[in-house]
C-alpha cells in the first residue's frame, strides 16, 4: 500500500487542513483543485487512495470517480461533500466512503483508516 494519497479539493483551505491532517497520519499527499488534472495526476503517479469532493472545477466528483478505474482499478477514493443527496451515487461508483463536511479530524482518520489503510 503506497502511502501517497491525491487530495482533489477546490476550498484552498480546506485542501491546506486535509494536507495537513493526512500528512500528521504519515502519508504523503499531492493537492490539486481541479477534477481534470486529478485525472491527469493519477496517470502520471502512483497513489495508495484518493479524498475527492463532488463540486470541483474542472470536472465534477462523482465524473472523476467514473475515471479512477481507467488508471487505478482499485484505488481507495474517501469523498467528501456538503450535498448528502450525492452519497448513494458516490458509494455506487465505488468510492469506499463518504464524508459529510463539516466533519472532524477523528471522522476523517476513521475513514482515511478504513478505506486506505493506515500507514505502516
Known amino acids: 500500500m ?3 494519497i ?7 483551505d480546506t485542501l491546506r487542513l486535509l494536507k495537513r491532517w493526512l500528512e500528521s497520519l504519515g502519508y504523503e499527499a499531492d493537492t490539486t483543485m481541479n477534477g481534470a488534472t486529478a485525472l491527469t495526476l493519477l496517470q502520471e503517479s502512483i497513489y495508495g487512495g484518493m479524498i475527492l469532493d463532488i463540486y470541483i472545477p474542472g470536472m465534477y466528483g462523482l465524473e472523476v470517480l467514473k475515471h ?3 488508471f487505478h482499478p482499485r484505488l481507495p477514493v474517501v ?3 456538503g450535498h448528502p443527496e450525492c452519497q ?11 464524508l459529510l ?4 479530524t477523528k471522522e476523517f482518520k476513521a475513514a482515511v483508516e478504513h478505506s486506505i489503510g493506515p500507514v505502516m
Open 79 to 81: 469523498m467528501i461533500t
Open 6 to 12: 491525491l487530495i482533489v479539493e477546490d476550498d484552498p
Open 68 to 70: 479512477v478505474p481507467e
Open 88 to 98: 448513494a451515487e458516490a458509494m455506487r461508483l465505488g468510492a469506499q466512503a463518504f
Open 101 to 104: 463536511k463539516p466533519f472532524t
Open 2 to 4: 503506497s502511502k501517497h
